[in-house]
T-cell receptor
Framework: AQKITQTQPGMFVQEKEAVTLDCTYD???????LFWYKQPSSGEMIFLIY??????QNATEGRYSLNFQKARKSANLVISASQLGDSAMYFC?????????????FGSGTKLNVKP | GAGVSQSPRYKVAKRGQDVALRCDPI?????LFWYQQALGQGPEFLTY????????KSGLPSDRFFAERPEGSVSTLKIQRTQQEDSAVYLC??????????????FGPGTRLLVL
C-alpha cells in the first residue's frame, strides 16, 4: 500500500483565493511526522510545514496551515491568499517514528497553478 | 555554505558509463539522505548516513549504486554501468541531528542525470 497518497495531479486557483491540497497517509506506527514541501521549477525542495502525530493543534506557518484529521489519516495543506509565486509542485511526506525511522515517504505531488 | 549544494547540476552519460554525484550538506549537519526522483514523481529514498556511518541503504535499487561519506560531511553517490532507467533527478538532503521525528530535511537543488 502507498504510504502517502496525493490524489490531485494538478490544481488551479485564482490569485488571492485559498486552495486546499489533499494528502492521505497510511501507517500503523503511533508516532509519525507529516511534512509538506514545495518544489518550484528550479527543482529545490522547500520545507513548508510540519505536523506531529501527537500535536493537539493544527500546524500553521504564515499563509500555510495543515488540516490534520488523524482519524481519517489526512493532512491537507491549505494555502490562503494565493500568490503567483505559489505556482509549483507540492509534496506531502511522512516519517515514521519507530519503524523505518530514517526514511521519508513522499507522495506523487500536486502541481498548483495560480492564475492572475 | 548556506544550503545544501550538489554537483554537477546536469550530467549526460552514455549507457554503461560510471558517474559520481556529489553532495555538500549544510555545515555541521549530522544526517544526510539521498533520494531519486523520476520525472513526474515524488522523491524515493535511496540511502541514509549519520555522520560517516551508512545506517540504511535499503532504497538503493541495485548493487550498481554505491554511496559514501567518508569524513562525515561531503557525500558521493556513485552509479556504475549506468542504464537508461537510472535517468532521474538525484536529490541530497541533510538534517541537523541524527534523530528526532520533527527534524526537517533541507534539500539541495539536485543533479539531473540523463543516460543515453
Amino acid at each position: 500500500a502507498q504510504k502517502i497518497t496525493q490524489t490531485q495531479p494538478g490544481m488551479f486557483v485564482q490569485e488571492k483565493e485559498a486552495v486546499t491540497l489533499d494528502c492521505t497517509y497510511d501507517t500503523s506506527d503511533p508516532s509519525y511526522g507529516l511534512f509538506w514541501y514545495k518544489q518550484p521549477s528550479s527543482g529545490e525542495m522547500i520545507f513548508l510545514i510540519y505536523q506531529g502525530s501527537y500535536d493537539q493543534q493544527n500546524a500553521t506557518e504564515g499563509r500555510y496551515s495543515l488540516n490534520f484529521q488523524k482519524a481519517r489519516k489526512s493532512a491537507n495543506l491549505v494555502i490562503s491568499a494565493s500568490q503567483l509565486g505559489d505556482s509549483a509542485m507540492y509534496f506531502c511526506a511522512m516519517r515514521e517514528g519507530f519503524s523505518n525511522f530514517n526514511k521519508f515517504y513522499f507522495g506523487s505531488g500536486t502541481k498548483l497553478n495560480v492564475k492572475p | 555554505g548556506a544550503g545544501v549544494s550538489q554537483s554537477p547540476r546536469y550530467k549526460v552519460a552514455k549507457r554503461g558509463q560510471d558517474v559520481a554525484l556529489r553532495c555538500d550538506p549544510i555545515s555541521g549537519h549530522v544526517s544526510l539522505f539521498w533520494y531519486q526522483q523520476a520525472l513526474g514523481q515524488g522523491p524515493e529514498f535511496l540511502t541514509y548516513f549519520q555522520n560517516e556511518a551508512q545506517l540504511d541503504k535499503s532504497g538503493l535499487p541495485s548493487d550498481r549504486f554505491f554511496a559514501e561519506r567518508p569524513e562525515g560531511s561531503v557525500s558521493t553517490l556513485k552509479i556504475q554501468r549506468t542504464q537508461q532507467e537510472d535517468s532521474a533527478v538525484y536529490l541530497c538532503a541533510s538534517s541537523r541531528l541524527g534523530s528526532g521525528l520533527v527534524e526537517t530535511q533541507y534539500f539541495g537543488p539536485g543533479t539531473r542525470l540523463l543516460v543515453l
